[in-house]
């Protein structure tokens, strides 16, 4: 297949590619300028149909990712981009687009307790971040329904090289475990889906239940192998009402 990676030179594409390489052809694009990527802005409507044309899958990472921003800031980023995406996904007849929704879109359950959190269960933002996820979601749903565009929506955890610090343990997700579960997002037979992307991580708070059934996703880092090194950011606040919420203290 020819996939497009947007947002490809950001931190998560730049753990992503190397992992899609190989298996897949790719067209890396981003407005921040690096080494094999086309260049441009995606509100532009001519760059983004040119970059998408030819395109099998997209893998749309591009957006803000930081779950503390008001919705004045996410509007566009996370919300008109993507139905921007999606309208050229159509246009150019592309056949799936993998999206990357955040855990942020269900840790409202977290905060209540209520876990590990289920993908089948109604979502739940903590934040006008997770909500701007959910909206993509559901935006992405109308157009599986309306064009049967396949629309593969992944509930990142906290992607990084290795867990940042105690409160990312059970949210995880490894740089091979992200390999994994984009590929698997791009091989599966699934009209419409959302899943849970975390690592086999030891007391995890998600349940990904339907990512391994539908997807056929199998992770196999668990970030209790880090759970002695990394700083204990918990500790400073041992009563777990005096935390912050999970918008605003972890994952971004
Ligand atoms: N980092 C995580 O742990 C994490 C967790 C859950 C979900 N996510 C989601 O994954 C995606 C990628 O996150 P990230 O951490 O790599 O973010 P990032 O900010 O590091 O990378 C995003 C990239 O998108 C690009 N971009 C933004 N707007 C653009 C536009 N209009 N045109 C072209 N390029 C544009 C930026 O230049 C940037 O390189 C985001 O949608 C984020 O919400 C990330």
Not at 173 to 194: E, F, I, T
Request: hydrophobic share 45%.
């Amino acid at each position: 297949m020819i996939v497009l990676v947007t947002g490809a030179a950001g931190g998560v594409g730049r753990l992503l590619v190397p992992e899609l390489r190989g298996e897949h052809e790719l067209v890396l694009t981003d407005r921040a300028h690096a080494p094999g990527v086309v260049p441009g802005d995606l509100a532009d409507p001519d760059f983004l149909r040119g970059v998408v044309a030819g395109a099998d899958a997209i893998v749309h990472l591009a957006g803000d990712p930081n779950p503390s921003r008001g919705w004045d800031r996410l509007r566009v980023p996370n919300a008109d981009m993507v139905a921007h995406v999606l309208d050229a996904a159509v246009a150019a007849g592309v056949g799936r687009v993998v999206l990357a929704s955040s855990v942020h879109a269900s840790a409202g359950y977290v905060d209540a307790g209520r876990t590990p959190v289920r993908e089948d269960w109604p979502a739940w933002p903590c934040c006008p971040y997770g909500a701007a996820k959910v909206f993509a979601e559901s935006l992405g749903r109308a157009y599986a329904y309306q064009w049967g565009l396949s629309v593969v929506c992944l509930r990142l955890g906290g992607v990084r090289e290795r867990p940042a610090a105690r409160s990312w343990l059970p949210g995880w997700l490894s740089p091979g475990d992200l390999g994994r579960l984009v590929r698997a997002a791009l091989r599966a037979n699934v009209d419409y889906g959302v899943y849970h992307g975390i690592s086999a991580n030891t007391g995890a708070l998600w349940d990904r239940s339907l990512a391994g059934a539908e997807l056929s996703y199998r992770p196999v880092d668990d970030s209790a192998r880090y759970a002695g090194e990394v700083a204990d950011d918990l500790a400073a606040k041992p009563d777990p009402a005096a935390r912050p919420r999970w918008g605003f203290a972890h994952l971004s």
